[in-house]
């Protein structure tokens, strides 16, 4: 059974640091793009960064240089490191897959990541950022 059990949100002061960790179980991370999506309450699901099993990355424009993805693929763990942390970086992170097969690239992987049928996602950990 395929499963992506997200863990590290916390509640920390702007400026603060986090670090997101998924176990994917079920998965073969060879096999998909990974990556990590956040949804604030009345706002859209939105992609925030994407891996690729060779390690390239892509990122949102609001997160470029504070925040770092990467990926244990032995372990089939998913990272998300976040650093210099905002009040507007406050939401429901979800760790995210998309079949290779759906995305083709990892532009694609980014750009439907968050998408209903595209994207699978965990159950999510909470960041709350106050200033």
């Known amino acids: 059974q395929e499963r992506l059990v997200e863990s590290g949100g916390d509640s920390v002061q702007s400026g603060g640091s986090l670090r997101l960790s998924c176990a994917a179980s079920?998965?073969?991370?060879?096999?998909?793009?990974m990556g990590w999506v956040r949804q604030d309450p009345g706002t859209q699901r939105e992609a925030v960064a994407v891996?690729?099993?060779?390690?390239?990355?892509q990122y949102a424009e609001s997160v470029k240089g504070r925040f770092t993805i990467s990926q244990n693929n032995a372990k089939n763990g998913l990272y998300l490191e976040m650093n210099n942390l905002k009040p507007e970086d406050s939401a429901m992170y979800y760790c995210?897959?998309?079949?290779?097969?759906?995305?083709?690239?990892?532009?694609?992987?980014?750009?439907?990541?968050?998408?209903?049928?595209?994207?699978?996602w965990g159950q999510g950990t909470q960041v709350t950022v106050s200033s």
């Open positions: 995210a897959a998309v079949h290779r097969a759906i995305a083709m690239s990892i532009n694609r992987a980014f750009g439907v990541i968050a998408q209903e049928g595209f994207g699978k």
């Open positions: 079920g998965y073969s991370i060879n096999s998909y793009y």
């Open positions: 891996i690729d099993s060779d390690g390239t990355t």
